[in-house]
């Protein structure tokens, strides 16, 4: 993890210039030796997130940091556009909505809209939840190759009931929780696309068992679809 923070230093240097930076530059706005930028920059052309120039040897940002940049970009219009949308979204319901991302510590909460019903939470932004006790987790579990590498990593015997979950979320559409999480509280997510087809995020609506609908055709999950929809993050 420090190598990963020590090479950011110098993508970092690269994104804030103007242009082509020299090496002995580069490796001044990064904090470090020359010697030591060179042995990172190396690896960093190697996987595309770096270019060197063949006339003047500087180094710019590569083809894949440009992917990325873009993907990041795609993925931020789909949750802004969904963020606006979330105060309505949880007027239409009458219950508790959240947006959810993917991060470092798994899927956290990017914002929540609460409602007036009593519905205890120990959230807010900032919260992750686990991935397969909770409805937020499920979905991205289902949809999000990094959320599933992370779930195998962690329970490395238990393949086949990821595998299992995985499907049933799929088939459904929507990922469910019944108090399989906080007791008194069941939720149901819906995942959020980005405009490469790609899982960008995540919305959820919780409320109480027994009342909120959690069926994959009923009210609460066509209204979650009609949400995504008009945020230009439904399926594609």
């Known amino acids: 993890m420090q190598s990963v923070e020590v090479g950011a230093a110098l993508l970092r240097a690269l994104a804030d210039a103007d242009g082509p930076v020299p090496l002995g530059a580069l490796a001044r706005a ?15 052309v190697q996987a595309g997130l770096v270019v060197q120039s063949e006339r003047s040897a500087a180094y710019d940002l590569g083809p894949l940091a440009v992917h990325l940049g873009l993907a990041a970009i795609e993925r931020f219009d789909v949750i ?44 807010r932004v900032g919260t992750t939840y686990p991935l397969r006790t909770t409805a937020t987790g499920r979905i991205f579990l289902a949809y999000s190759r990094a959320a599933e590498a992370v779930a195998l990593a962690e329970t490395p015997g238990e ?33 959020l696309f980005g405009h490469d087809g790609t899982m960008a995020g995540a919305v959820t609506v919780v409320g109480w068992p027994g009342e909120l609908d959690l069926a994959p055709g009923g009210t609460t999950a066509s209204t979650l679809r009609r949400f995504a929809a008009a945020a230009g993050a439904g399926p594609r």
């Open 30 to 44: 990064a904090g470090m030796s020359s010697a030591k930028a060179h042995r990172y920059l190396v690896s960093f």
């Open 80 to 123: 802004r556009a969904a963020g606006e949308r979330l105060g309505a979204l949880r007027d239409e319901l009458d219950r508790t909505v959240s947006l959810a991302l993917w991060t470092d510590a798994g899927p956290a909460v990017a914002r929540i809209e609460l409602s007036r019903r009593p519905v205890t939470l120990a959230v």
């Open 159 to 191: 393949a086949g009931a990821i595998a299992a979950l995985q499907e049933e979320v799929r088939a459904n559409g929507v990922a469910t929780a019944v108090e399989s999480f906080l007791v008194g509280v069941c939720a149901m997510a819906l995942p």
